[in-house]
């Protein structure tokens, strides 16, 4: 198995709980060989976690190196494009948290950028390589028996959790104008999708959007397919919580997304028939191989009879870079590529000309 040599462009939050430990978990896939932040502290807490790890003075050095074979592209929303330009520049693999961009049109520019390019671009929607998800597809009731779909996501910020379970390190030494650059160009691309005089609630429902809820909207599609169109959406408590109903022909699809400071985690997806129900449960992502379920019912001659799978133990984010590295071995094309992301994004900007349409705050 060929090992890849990783460089990781951003070591925040995500990074230091999940992508860093994980790569050195599979060290028969991976070696992290470059790491890049804009806080110097960062930087030298990682270089000494991971004496594999050259430290480089700028993203575009850690990308354009020979020793780097695949880029980890970790950095707030509105670098992405650019980094991933200059990744396929160099002619790197790439692994893109979500979301990959906030915008339709620069996923368009890239697309356009990447149409034969020959290496690996990944986009990190783990949900939909976590163990009960894919155990689901299995199980599924037929398309034309589904009568309705449910899913839910009730959060709190990552910090919540891994205050009490990791020793995450929140720089305090990244330089305040870069900041507020990284700041001022984040609000433009917004409001590309938003509106140049939206109110703070919207903007903050498509910022929930792109962080949260990309997640599940990823899922629903991989799950079910393509809606038909957005029917109605809603933002409530200052954008923080959503509601939105997804028209997919014979059935509506009920998302919801709520956010709070009570340190809660709870997300699902729920697809029904007349006689099955599947559920598929998410415990947080923030702490590695919590277990996720899947609960199939089905309609008995004695009454409901539901089968458990789980508690499932495989992680996620493992399992997504397995499949990364397949994909990287194979030269086969990722299911979370940049086309399936750009229907994400088109259902974000749907989303947000419904709640302009409904109103509210």
Not at 62 to 75: G, R
Not at 94 to 104: G, H, I, S, Y
Not at 255 to 279: H, P, Q, W
Not at 339 to 356: P, Y
Request: charged share 25%; hydrophobic share 45%.
């Amino acid at each position: 198995m060929a090992i890849i040599r990783v460089g990781l462009v951003g070591l925040g939050e995500v990074a230091q709980s999940i992508h860093l430990p994980v790569l050195a978990d599979q060290r028969d896939r991976w070696v992290i060989a470059g790491v890049h932040d804009v806080s110097p502290s960062l930087v030298a807490l990682c270089t000494s976690e991971y004496p594999t790890a050259k430290a480089f003075e700028t993203a575009e050095a850690l990308i354009n190196s020979p020793d780097i074979d695949a880029v980890f592209v970790l950095s707030s929303d509105d670098t992405h494009s650019r980094f991933v330009r200059a990744a396929v520049a160099a002619d790197k693999h790439v692994l893109l948290e979500k979301p990959a961009c906030l915008t339709v049109r620069e996923i368009d520019e890239l697309l356009v950028l990447t149409t034969n390019y020959a290496k690996t671009i990944f986009v990190g929607y783990m949900r939909r390589y976590a163990p009960a998800y894919l155990a689901a597809r299995d199980e599924l009731p037929a398309f034309a028996d589904i009568t309705h779909v449910r899913i839910f996501d009730l959060i709190s910020e990552g910090r919540h959790f891994l205050k009490k379970s990791q020793n995450i390190l929140y720089p305090s030494d990244i330089d305040s104008a870069l900041l507020a650059r990284g700041a001022r160009e984040r609000d433009t691309l917004i409001r590309e999708v938003v509106g140049a005089d939206a109110p703070a609630d919207l903007v903050r429902a498509y910022r929930g959007l792109t962080a949260l809820s990309s997640h599940h909207i990823s899922a629903m599609r991989g799950l079910i397919g393509e809606p038909v169109r957005v029917l109605a959406a809603h933002r409530t408590n200052g954008g923080a919580n959503t509601s939105v109903t997804f028209d997919y022909g014979h059935f509506a699809c009920q998302y919801d997304a709520v956010v709070d400071d009570l340190g809660l985690f709870d997300a699902m997806i729920e697809v029904r028939s007349n006689t099955k129900r599947i559920r598929i449960v998410y415990d947080t992502p923030y702490i590695r191989s919590l277990p996720t379920r899947l609960e199939v019912t089905e309609a008995g001659p004695l009454g409901p009879v539901t089968r458990t799978f789980g508690p499932l133990y495989g992680d996620a984010f493992s399992n997504e870079l397995e499949t990364f590295h397949r994909h990287i071995s194979d030269g086969t094309r990722p299911l979370t590529d940049l086309a399936d992301s750009r229907r994400d994004l088109a259902l974000m900007a749907e989303i947000i000309a419904r709640m302009k349409e409904a109103g509210g705050r």
